[in-house]
């Protein structure tokens, strides 16, 4: 038990950042905040560095309440997303200032900056100073000022949004690995879904100052416990439908259907939501349970082998991703395949099913 | 057009440039060359303007007493803005923007209209005449042009950093003068300059407030011309003098006005 949050609310004038809050992270392992801007991954974070204090509730740290602890001894490091260095000192005298803070030995912080240093591939930058560096640079040492400290309990809030593509890439591949050597527990903030996927460990998705959903990465992603974790954790944003069932059949528009499965037979008739990813909607059917539906093109983005089709269906929209190029103009009639079997179902109070 | 390019500039440099040679060219010539007739450069180069000013102590004390109270207001307006304008820059309170505001008009009204009140309290109080009477009498124009600027500068930088900085474990006071002032050290140097200025080229209140212990060189400067008669060739050698240090702190900080420019502070 690393970090835990024990029903904590953030109000700030009358606005309130976090909703009522109890969550518990893993130790020693990757977690990752998950939702769009404002959502409340940084008030988190913040709340959990102890930059900020709670308006009610507590905050736990390795079984001790540290909720009115300040942050100068909560023995916590943090990554943002600018690139915060001290500008006025050299890329080893920023790595080495919270070891200097705790008067650690001379030969000892030494060793330990030239450690993380070497980790981060930073060495030969060593003696130069932040604003002569590039912005990966920068960030990798601040990552590495974050490293040295050997603290437990990590703060990254969206460290990779401001690098291009390619440092973004090769940063994110680096980090999981950095951080699992070093036995703490990282609470990594992001907009990106696919990101999330990427890194692994632990996901929580928030919206608007509620933690939706916590778990593991992959069963986050793979049983949204109601429709909005689903929303969150979907880039391009999640189909919904409003379907009704009634017998052996559930029923969209009057105009698709298609039977009940195994599943879902023991439930009552009556109106449900229906989630569907972008990419179980496509122009081919996937076997059996696709269904075929109907629609206008209302637009198309091509992206070197993928298509994303925008089409309404009746009074929705929905998003299609389908391999190869397919140059649909605007009003355009499509008929596109519905795998049923990879729907979610949620019901009337959009709660997985 | 290509050769003419130069043309304006050079003069409009040398139309800024004449009273300044006509400042320094007195100040090479005797009073009586200057009064007798009209002549481009010293006809009889003399240096005695400047000997005078260098040996006679009721001459180089003014710049004692000037240099004293501009450095005692320059140091004094700094450190009291500098915790101000972080108050400022980091946090609302109620009224913050009403009493940013208000501090900046304190330089709306002119400097004579405290000559008066200030002439007064200090007689009272028995400041009178004293290098610390000037320099607190300017504080209350440098101290708000200080606190604007300087809160143009800390807002420049990130709060994250003073964050950042306490995750690492420093406590504020460590923080502030190990990281942030080092950090906003264009801006410092910045309103330096202006206090520098401002006190420096200040006369009213200087003279108001002084007689003969601490009187300011410009105050020496535009009495001369009374005992024995005209003095004009000592009086430019003098005014020639006091362009100098303000020459010399606009040459060191001309980059940090520069970028306090394009802070859009300046």
Request: with cysteine; hydrophobic share 45%; net charge neutral.
């Amino acid at each position: 038990m690393a970090i835990e949050l024990k029903e904590v609310t953030k109000v700030v004038g009358i606005d309130t950042h976090i909703h009522e809050t109890s969550i518990k992270l893993e130790e020693g392992r990757f977690n990752i905040l998950l939702g769009t801007t404002l959502s409340g991954k940084t008030t988190l974070l913040r709340l959990m560095a102890g930059l900020e204090r709670p308006t009610k509730g507590e905050i736990w740290f390795k079984g001790a309440n540290v909720t009115g602890v300040p942050v100068q001894k909560r023995k916590v490091a943090m990554v943002y997303q600018q690139f915060i260095n001290y500008p006025n000192f050299t890329v080893y005298d920023n790595i080495a200032s919270p070891l200097k803070v705790i008067r650690l030995p001379k030969k000892e912080i030494e060793a330990r900056v030239h450690k993380v240093a070497e980790l981060l591939k930073i060495t030969p930058m060593l003696k130069r100073m932040p604003s002569e560096l590039s912005g990966g640079q920068q960030q990798r040492t601040a990552l590495a000022r974050a490293l040295v400290k050997e603290s437990d309990l990590v703060l990254l809030d969206e460290p990779l949004a401001d690098l291009d593509y390619k440092l973004r890439e090769e940063l994110r591949e680096e980090l999981p690995k950095l951080f699992h050597d070093s036995g703490a527990t990282v609470v990594y903030a992001t907009t990106e879904p696919a990101e999330a996927l990427l890194l692994g460990g632990y996901t929580a998705t928030l919206h608007e100052g509620r933690v939706t959903q916590y778990g593991p990465t992959p069963s986050v992603y793979r049983i949204p416990q109601d429709l909005l974790s689903a929303r969150v954790f979907s880039d391009p944003p999640i189909n919904t439908a409003s379907i009704t069932k009634r017998g052996e059949k559930f029923h969209y528009n009057e105009t698709a259907s298609w039977n009940v499965s195994e599943r879902y037979k023991a439930l009552p008739d009556g109106p449900y939501t229906i989630g569907f990813r972008p990419h179980h909607i496509t122009l081919e059917p996937d076997n059996d349970e696709s269904i075929s539906v109907k629609g206008t093109v209302v637009v198309t983005e091509i992206s070197g082998s993928e298509s994303v089709i925008h089409m309404s269906v009746g009074h929705d929209t929905w998003v299609s991703l389908s391999h190869g190029i397919h140059p649909f103009k605007r009003g355009d009639a499509v008929e596109l395949y519905l795998q049923t079997d990879h729907c979610f179902y949620f019901d009337a109070n959009e709660r997985f099913i | 057009m290509k050769n003419t390019k130069w043309l304006a500039p050079t003069i409009y440099i040398l139309f800024l440039l004449l009273p300044i040679y006509w400042l320094v060219s007195m100040s090479f010539k005797t009073t009586n060359e200057i009064l007798g007739s009209f002549s481009l450069w010293p006809q009889e180069f003399t240096l005695n303007n400047y000997i005078t000013i260098f040996t006679d102590p009721t001459w180089y004390n003014g710049y004692f007493n000037s240099l004293t109270y501009v450095m005692m207001n320059t140091l004094l307006s700094v450190s009291v803005a500098l915790p101000a304008a972080y108050a400022f820059s980091r946090y609302r309170f109620l009224g913050d923007k009403h009493l940013f505001f208000w501090l900046l008009t304190n330089r709306m009204a002119p400097p004579a209209v405290f000559a008066l009140p200030f002439f007064q309290l200090y007689s009272a109080v028995g400041l009178f005449d004293t290098p610390i009477a000037v320099a607190l009498a300017h504080c209350l124009f440098n101290i708000p042009l200080a606190v604007w600027i300087l809160e143009g500068f800390m807002s420049g930088v990130p709060k994250e950093l003073d964050e950042t900085a306490y995750v690492d474990g420093y406590s504020f006071v460590h923080f502030f003068i190990k990281i942030f002032i080092p950090t906003i050290a264009a801006g410092i140097g910045v309103v330096m300059f202006f206090c520098f200025m401002f006190s420096w080229v200040e006369l009213l209140l200087a003279k108001t407030l002084t007689s003969v212990v601490a009187k300011p060189i410009a105050a020496t400067m535009t009495r001369t011309a009374s005992t024995s008669g005209y003095e004009l060739g000592l009086l430019a050698a003098a005014g020639t003098l006091t362009i100098i240090p303000g020459a010399f702190v606009i040459y060191f900080v001309r980059h940090h006005i520069a970028k306090g420019f394009a802070l859009g502070r300046v």
